[in-house]
């Protein structure tokens, strides 16, 4: 089978820009292991983050620092027989991100957040899906007076200028708006524009649908198997080798098992997340999704409860899940608002793949022609499935691309 274009990797990001090449007139070939959706795009926060130009850097606060060494702090967790493995991205993560490469990764991202609504109205809407996307944006709550006013000083500085809009809400605000959540939050910051879903997994597969319905094919294949030919490259699936003049990986934090022997260095390392779904108590609810900002966990209201997430786990990404944090976060998640007990018996785990400036790498390989990539989106792979959709699309196709795609380049590691 020949197409125009095969799409490596059926997640959200996978999946968008085989729908964006799908309305571009192309012939697409999806082609993952799974079904769409079923890996790290299945258990985030649902959260298309408008308002998150600023990276998530690596601390630098001495004492903050003892405490994640001695995994002392919910908010993140690292193995220690996994520290040789993961230290090389560690200290490029640190490097980076000082205060000039943080106002660096913030000036790229904010062409491709500024653009990830529009863009997933978009799709969202060609897919007869724009009810999911939830407008009302996200609360990010506080214990302590104290780290609201940091938050809000460190707010101005930096997003305001990128015309971030927020609201900031004292406790009355806060408890008119979600009444279910308790006293111990002493106030908040409302992020007004962004989007939430209640079902993450059903937007891919809404995608998903409407890329089939337009005539792509979704096959379950081993990307492993990509061959480059004379004419472009193919890959061996369940129904016989596909084949394409363009390529894309877009393979999350399985992208540099592939690119490793084709002679490329990919700095990448994974931000294991961890999630399960809470009943609430009597008649509690949550309407917006909320971030324990002082302790480093989500509430988000999903259709199969309130959802807990956890912050992040420093691991080699196949190493055994120990989902530590949520045991640690539950009784917190508890004291914010009234909660029952868990609907799963064990919590999921996911893989966020992280470049170390925490910009995701999307453009052409920089030496094998037809060969494009679209992975290391780290917490964003939801929020800017559709930006970069729109991006790799308008470059494989030829048109001129809505930003400069430069500061995305692989080549910037190499």
Not at 209 to 219: D, K, N, T, V
Not at 254 to 272: E, F, H, I, S, T
């Amino acid at each position: 089978m020949r197409f125009d274009v095969l799409v490596l990797g059926g997640g959200i990001v996978g999946t968008s820009l085989a729908l964006d090449l799908a309305l571009r007139g192309r012939t697409v070939a999806l082609i993952d292991r799974g079904r769409p959706g079923a890996e790290t795009s299945f258990g985030n926060a649902g959260l298309i983050q408008s308002e998150a130009v600023m990276p998530y850097a690596f601390p630098r606060d001495p004492l903050l620092l003892l405490q994640y060494a001695l995994n002392l702090k919910p908010e993140a967790h690292y193995h220690i027989k996994d520290l040789f493995k993961i230290a090389p991205f560690m200290a490029r993560y640190f490097m980076a991100s000082n205060r000039a490469g943080q106002l660096k990764t913030a000036a790229a991202n904010a062409p491709i957040f500024g653009a990830c609504l529009a863009e997933h109205r978009r799709l969202a809407r060609e897919a007869g899906v724009e009810a999911m996307l939830r407008p009302g944006g996200w609360l990010k709550v506080f214990r302590k007076e104290e780290s609201l006013r940091k938050v809000l000083e460190d707010t101005r500085r930096d997003l305001e200028p990128f015309g971030v809009e927020y609201a900031v809400l004292d406790k009355p605000a806060l408890q008119a708006m979600e009444p279910s959540l308790s006293d111990v939050v002493v106030g908040g910051i409302h992020w007004t524009t962004p989007y939430s879903l209640n079902d993450p997994e059903a937007l891919t597969l809404a995608y998903a649908r409407r890329f089939e319905a337009l005539g792509g094919r979704f096959l379950s294949g081993n990307a492993m198997s990509l061959a480059e030919e004379r004419d472009g490259w193919s890959v061996k699936t369940e129904t016989g080798p596909v084949s394409a003049r363009d390529c894309v990986v877009a393979l999350g934090p399985w992208a540099p098992d592939l690119l490793r022997p084709m002679g490329y260095k990919v700095p990448m390392g994974v931000k294991r997340g961890y999630h399960v779904h809470m009943r609430p108590k009597g008649n509690a609810a949550l309407g917006l999704p909320v971030l324990d900002a002082d302790v480093g966990y989500m509430l988000v209201p999903m259709a199969r409860g309130i959802r807990l997430t956890s912050g992040a786990e420093f691991a080699h990404r196949d190493s055994p899940a120990t989902p530590r944090q949520i045991d640690m976060i539950e009784p917190y998640a508890r004291e914010i608002m009234p909660l029952e007990g868990r609907v799963e018996a064990q919590p999921w785990k996911g893989a966020r793949p992280c470049m170390p400036d925490m910009l995701p790498v999307m453009g052409k390989a920089p030496r094998h022609k037809g060969l494009w990539l679209n992975f290391g989106h780290a917490h964003h792979g939801l929020t800017l499935a559709g930006s970069a959709a729109r991006l790799l699309g308008e470059m494989i196709t030829g048109e001129a691309p809505y930003t400069d795609p430069a500061p995305y380049s692989l080549a910037r590691f190499n």
